[in-house]
């Protein structure tokens, strides 16, 4: 075990606390512009608006400090950031209908989409009310509704259930994953300087930052699922693909149960083929390949404290690898 650098520890814990002293000004930002003639409306927004907010938020704010800006200048693009999310997460749960919690079980199908819809014209409400420059502000709004647009061409693509092949599988969550990151880590940096390349260099940080993070999330919806696993709702995640690409003994096995829709009922079987052909490592390997580029891309960026957040931002969802690879090896 390699030996903590307890001087660099301390830096990055006091930069991660630079920028986490902003989280209240974000919510503020948003509670000040909620839409008081809507109680209900503000009832869905009290999530991200009176409640302490989780790391999604220092994206914004941290890109903009690693660029050289003031990420208090950013408040307002981490604000729609986390109402754009919030609004994706009530659409992700009403299609999947894979959380008994969600807002589409609660309130209805209908009024759950509404609000979801709601959201997204809230998002843009808020970078309006931004004071940038003009030419900021349209260089970030831009932002939003192209990266919005491809994130849903991803989603439609993932609904339409054609990943069927690995080359699939990466062009899907790449619109529907990397795009919502790199629209994170892009807005933050247009908040703090023009300059192209640096701007460049968050947006590819956050682009495989998103794949880093969809990987984990398909290790998760297979082998520990918080509710329904991915297979029985019918996905076809890089596991699974990865198991019918490779040559192994029960390859025909693993083939015959996807492809006659028999893989939810035999879950405990694909996972044990699986782990025969270490698809937990296939998954962790991939994921350090992302977290390896995304820190690279941050090498032209001059702000110490923005760099220093984001990368423990990354590092820190891989914080557990050597529990899941563990557990892998007693199954």
């Not at 989780?54 to 941290?62: F, Q, V």
């Not at 749960?93 to 008994?100: C, E, M, N, V």
């Not at 495989?208 to 029985?232: M, T």
Request: a negative charge; charged letters at 25%; proline letters at 5%.
């Amino acid at each position: 075990m390699e030996k903590t650098n307890l001087p660099q520890a301390k830096d990055t814990l006091a930069h991660l606390e630079e920028i986490q002293a902003l989280l209240p000004d974000v919510r503020q930002y948003i509670r000040r512009h909620e839409p008081g003639y809507w109680p209900e409306m503000v009832s869905v927004l009290s999530v991200v608006a009176d409640e302490p907010l989780g790391p999604l938020a220092n994206l914004p704010l941290a890109s903009c400090a690693a660029v050289g800006g003031d990420p208090e200048e950013a408040i307002p693009a981490a604000a729609a950031w986390e109402v754009l999310n919030l609004g994706v997460r009530i659409l992700d749960d009403l299609q999947d209908r894979d959380t008994p919690d969600g807002l589409w079980a609660r309130v209805g199908v209908p009024r759950a989409f509404n609000f979801s819809a709601a959201l997204y014209a809230f998002c843009n409400e808020l970078l309006v009310r931004a004071s940038w420059t003009n030419e900021r502000y349209r260089a970030i709004s831009r932002t939003f509704t192209l990266e919005v647009m491809r994130l849903a061409a991803g989603q439609d693509r993932d609904l339409r259930a054609e990943t069927r092949t690995i080359d699939d599988y990466w062009e899907t969550i790449t619109d529907k994953n990397a795009s919502a990151f790199a629209l994170a880590c892009t807005a933050g940096a247009q908040c703090g300087t023009d300059v192209r390349a640096l701007v460049d260099a968050c947006r590819t940080f956050g682009h495989h930052l998103g794949l880093a993070l969809q990987l984990f999330d398909d290790f998760e919806g297979l082998w520990e699922p918080p509710g329904r696993s991915d297979l029985e709702m019918g996905k076809t995640t890089l596991p699974i693909l990865y198991g019918l690409g490779v040559e192994h003994r029960r390859r025909g096995e693993l083939e015959k149960l996807v492809c006659e829709g028999e893989a939810a009922a035999n879950e405990n079987v694909v996972r044990a083929i699986l782990d025969g052909i270490h698809a937990r490592e296939f998954m962790i390997w991939t994921a350090l390949m992302e977290r390896e580029q995304a820190v690279g891309a941050l090498a032209p960026c001059p702000g110490k404290v923005g760099v220093s957040a984001l990368t423990a931002y990354i590092t820190a969802i891989f914080a557990h690898v050597e529990d899941i690879l563990e557990d892998g090896g007693s199954s």
